[in-house]
């Protein structure tokens, strides 16, 4: 009887230990996931949530007269209703001399439209109107997070309606730094269905957001060699889905590139350590259609209409011509 004792005592020990086990395995899996959770909503607050407190919402130099040459140029705010509910701003600004061709103008992450000025006189010289747009949730339109391409390549559709409409037989074309860059190339496989936009420009554009954001936790955080990057980002997916209802795996203009046969030019400074030039060759490598690629030598980000800017007016000036012969 002491024996049957022992064995049925040793037997619900095994069992204790047993769910024990279980118990505190399936624990730390939860805190482990709970962890990373907590770190995929720290990576989605600052590239998604950060920006819309953090960033300059007055356009100073905007309200300062535009000049041309001899000409003080006539702009006007528009403002027009997203369809996702918030305001979206923008400027536009006259050519001296009328015209029925139009540029709109994409700035970068943290940016805002005001960027745009830096381009003035290449698209006045161009015979261009321009259309300086603050993307969502950055400048004075609205938008509770930043989506890097997602629902503001939709934003830009509607843009590109209200110039269609103001212009119904003008010559549109998008210009795109950095983020705008991206959205710009999301944005050219939704206008494959009517071809409202004859030609795109991306300056130091990312191929792939995933891809890049854990580039650069690679080299920030020390995590080079491992898929740890790749493995939160994975959580930080889960956390812009639920709050936002995008990914970061979504925003891939490479993928968009594959399918566009409206002409692309690809501008890249090599010296980027933000974004690496490659991927601007691999944009260029995966494009359908007509494109072009040149890159500036000991150039950083975006830099490149700075570092040489005689260069980069004639590259622009002579791909806009080359592109019209393809429309």
């Known amino acids: 009887m002491h024996r049957e004792t022992d064995t049925d005592l040793s037997k619900s020990k095994r069992k204790i230990w047993k769910t024990s086990l279980i118990f505190f395995t399936l624990l730390i899996i939860l805190c482990i996931n709970l962890a990373a959770l907590a770190i995929g909503g720290i990576i989605y607050e600052e590239t998604s949530i950060l920006p819309t407190y953090s960033h300059p919402r007055t356009n100073y130099r905007l309200l300062q007269p535009l000049k041309y040459g001899d000409n003080t140029l006539d702009n006007e705010d528009i403002t027009i209703e997203s369809r996702y509910g918030y305001t979206l701003s923008a400027t536009f600004i006259s050519n001296p001399t009328p015209t029925t061709k139009t540029l709109v103008f994409l700035h970068g992450f943290m940016g805002n439209r005001s960027i745009g000025l830096n381009y003035l006189d290449l698209y006045m010289q161009s015979g261009f109107n321009l259309l300086l747009v603050d993307s969502r949730a950055h400048g004075e339109s609205g938008g509770n997070s930043v989506t890097w391409g997602n629902y503001e390549k939709y934003d830009l559709d509607q843009w590109i309606h209200w110039v269609s409409q103001r212009f119904p037989r003008g010559i549109i074309g998008i210009h795109g730094i950095s983020m705008g860059a991206a959205t710009a190339l999301m944005h050219a496989e939704l206008n494959e269905s009517n071809k409202r936009v004859a030609f795109y420009i991306a300056d130091s554009s990312y191929s792939d957001l995933e891809t890049l954001l854990a580039i650069q936790m690679e080299q920030r955080l020390g995590f080079s060699g491992t898929r740890l990057p790749k493995i939160l980002l994975q959580y930080a997916n889960v956390v812009a889905y639920c709050n936002s209802g995008f990914t970061f795996h979504q925003s891939s203009p490479i993928r968009s590139v594959r399918n566009v046969t409206t ?62 012969q393809h429309n």
């Not at 002409?263 to 991927?279: F, K, N, Q, R, T």
């Not at 691999?282 to 040149?294: M, V």
């Open 263 to 324: 002409p692309i030019l690809y501008i890249h400074g090599e010296s980027d350590e933000l974004v690496p030039s490659y991927m601007s060759a691999a944009l260029y490598n995966a494009t359908k259609g007509p494109r072009q690629i040149y890159l500036f030598p000991h150039t950083g980000h975006i830099a490149a209409i700075s570092s040489d800017p005689q260069r980069y007016s004639k590259i622009v000036k002579d791909f806009i011509s080359s592109a019209g």
